[in-house]
């Protein structure tokens, strides 16, 4: 057995795992459950937000790998499947190479269209609008301010815009849209519609996986998963702030 084609295997899934916004314990987990599949001896793995450490031993013989992770999203598809992968590798008998190929096909699988990510991101947000209490009107131009910001997060996502700016940039633009249509008269409640649209940034998943993580004793991911939902917070509001002062100073008012 090739103890170093195994520690790439291993470390390209708790990679993918990490870029798909998986919790650190199911990073680690799924790579020992890799690494015990092939019966080495004994695993250690360390995981942070931002990078992975694994150890194997076999055969008296220390293997290490280190990981740097520069980038972090949200694809729970991914995380299912390396998930369901890691619990069947021994009892399917998979090889090394077998495994490296189905996480290679996994992490290439093409996600949804742009239009289907932009179409739902936008019914989220027409969603949302009418949980808040907000009338037909209201959720159609959520509809379009879910839209845009969208559409501004692919783009500069696609451009590797840093995320605070991302998330600044597309939240000023919801709140331009959501000015605009206040301006026309196209909805009943700014704030409805406003607070629909930014909902699509609310980081949701980094909230959650800070608790789990703080919870499972992971201690500095917990922290360093909640400073960056802290920072994206921040982000939204100095968007919305930007564009309000920008808007009342050339204006007068809203």
Not at 69 to 89: A, F, M, P, W, Y
Not at 126 to 143: E, K, R, S, V
Not at 210 to 220: K, L, N
Request: glycine residues 8%; aromatic residues 10%; charged residues 15%.
């Amino acid at each position: 057995m090739d103890c170093n084609e195994l520690l790439n295997v291993a470390g390209y899934a708790g990679k993918i795992l990490l870029e798909s916004g998986a919790e650190v314990y199911r990073c680690e987990e799924t790579m020992v459950k890799i690494a015990q599949s092939f019966d080495v001896d004994e695993v250690q793995a360390f995981v942070m937000t931002t990078g992975i450490m694994l150890s194997i031993t076999h055969d008296q013989q220390n293997y290490t790998k280190i990981l740097r992770i520069q980038k972090r999203g949200v694809d729970l598809h991914k995380i299912d499947s390396i998930n369901e992968l890691s619990r069947t590798i021994k009892t399917k008998q998979y090889k090394i190479g077998d495994v490296m190929e189905l996480l290679k096909q996994l992490d290439q699988e093409p996600r949804y269209s742009l239009f289907v990510t932009l179409f739902f991101s936008a019914l989220s947000a027409f969603g949302f609008a009418l949980f808040f209490q907000g009338n037909l009107l209201d959720a159609f131009c959520a509809f379009i301010v879910g839209f845009c910001i969208k559409l501004t997060a692919v783009g500069m996502e696609r451009n590797n815009v840093n995320a605070f700016f991302q998330n600044a940039i597309a939240a000023g633009v919801g709140a331009f849209i959501t000015l605009l249509c206040v301006q026309l008269s196209a909805c009943n409640s700014m704030d409805t519609v406003m607070i629909s649209g930014m909902m699509l940034l609310v980081p949701g998943l980094a909230i959650t996986n800070a608790i789990r993580d703080t919870v499972a004793g992971d201690y500095v991911s917990g922290l360093s998963r909640g400073a960056e939902a802290f920072l994206t917070a921040i982000a939204i509001a100095v968007g919305i702030g930007a564009v309000l002062a920008i808007w009342m100073n050339v204006t007068g008012g809203i």
